[in-house]
């Protein structure tokens, strides 16, 4: 997976954003582009699909006209046997019907930030001068909708939306949206969520979370209009794995996610550690496409001591948790923050991304043996195929 920050600029300000440069309006040059997929295709390590996500910024921001060169000179570029699939997120609100007919033509993946109704999305989308964002992204969604484009979106929970579950629901339905990812609101950079401050008197973040994903889950079903919930459905096939093979882990492995700013500056793990510092690691990057060839950075990568904290973090997980087989070893991004440090275990993504959605999977999974054995044989459990919501299914933690 290959993230691209075409702008680190963002139009917008929430509240719990934590990209520290979102008012550079610097863009990513088509040589840098091009020199960045010349050695992709060249390293001979690319898997049959690539996703590239434009992102880390506002990436519509940066003009149409733009991503037609760009796609195009990929295009050119690209072997025969490696199909690349382009993904955008974006906060909706500059989708108009020319970049509709960009994202048909380029079959590109879209994923919309909305975090719910008005009330919840209003609370931290907002403009620079404080305005709510939610009239403007919906006009966004609507435009997708009236040109036939298929979308996703991300919601981001906070702590007033972990207790409106079906009013969530209800309003994806009645804007027809049926493919949905749920990001929490993390503590990231200089971001502090309020989601984990302590609540003595009350339940457990994770038995909060655990009563809206159920909740919400069992209702989208039963609706019979939502075809995808990243949440359920992308842990699905890490819980009932055939061969029992160990699920893979990309945010863990050198270089499976490249991370790539508008400077042509590299990164890897997770992708939120780009442009973020750090006393013991720095800027986390690990050399510059357009100055070292990706060879080098890999070389540079496997020495570096952010690999080997991450790699001492994924033995800690292997040692120690339960539920390693289906998780890989976590989020690197999240251990650094929540835990400072890499060498360390359970984080809120480990909670919410990784816990919560297998126990509920294997409490359904309980519930239907039981009527199983009461009543016919089992069937045979068919996961959802992928969408183009899979692309969202990145570890990616950024709204
Ligand atoms: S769930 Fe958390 S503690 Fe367990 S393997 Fe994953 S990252 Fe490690």
């Not at 008012?23 to 040059?29: D, E, F, G």
């Not at 996703?152 to 409106?164: A, C, E, G, P």
């Amino acid at each position: 997976m290959v993230v691209v920050q075409p702008t680190a600029f963002c139009n917008i300000n929430c509240t719990y954003c934590y990209l520290p440069d979102r008012n550079n309006k610097h863009v990513i040059a088509q040589s840098t582009v091009a020199r960045l997929f010349s050695e992709i295709f060249a390293s001979g390590w690319t898997c049959p699909e690539i996703t590239v996500v434009w992102h880390a910024g506002e990436p519509l921001a940066v003009p149409v006209a733009f991503y037609r060169e760009a796609f195009a000179a990929i295009e050119r570029m690209r072997p025969q046997s490696v199909i690349v699939k382009h993904s955008f997120q974006t906060n909706g609100m500059l989708i108009d019907a020319e970049w509709c007919r960009l994202f048909l033509e380029w079959n590109v993946g879209v994923g919309v930030s909305i975090d719910g109704p008005r009330e919840l999305h209003d609370r931290h989308r907002k403009t620079r001068s404080g305005k709510g964002t939610f009239d403007k992204t919906l006009a966004g969604i609507r435009c997708l909708r009236a040109n036939g484009v298929p979308f996703h979106v991300i919601s981001v929970l906070s702590r007033d939306s972990l207790s409106m579950p079906d009013e969530l629901l209800d309003f994806y339905l009645s804007e027809g949206i049926d493919q949905i990812c749920f990001n929490i609101e993390e503590s990231e950079g200089d971001h502090v969520s309020d989601l984990f401050a302590p609540n003595p008197e009350g339940p457990s973040l994770r038995a909060r979370y655990a009563a809206f994903l159920r909740r919400f889950w069992h209702q989208a079903r039963a609706s019979g209009q939502v075809k995808f919930v990243r949440e359920i459905d992308l842990a699905l096939p890490r819980v009932f794995r055939p061969d029992g093979s160990p699920t893979r882990n990309i945010q863990t492995e050198p270089l499976a996610m490249l991370n790539v700013d508008s400077h042509g500056n590299v990164s890897s793990f997770s992708p939120e550690l780009l442009g973020l510092k750090n006393k013991d690691y720095g800027d986390f990057l690990l050399g510059n496409i357009n100055r070292q060839s990706l060879a080098e950075i890999h070389r540079t990568c496997i020495d570096s001591a952010l690999h080997r904290d991450i790699q001492a973090g994924v033995q800690a997980c292997s040692a120690g948790c339960d539920y390693f087989s289906v998780c890989g070893g976590g989020a690197p991004g999240n251990k650094l923050f929540e835990n400072g440090s890499f060498a360390s275990t359970t984080t809120s993504y480990c909670l919410l991304t990784q816990m919560v959605p297998t126990d509920l999977i294997l409490e359904a999974y309980e519930r239907l043996e039981q009527s199983w054995t009461e009543n016919d044989p089992a069937p045979i459990v068919q996961p959802n195929s992928q969408t183009t919501a899979e692309a969202a299914a990145l570890p990616t933690r950024m709204p």
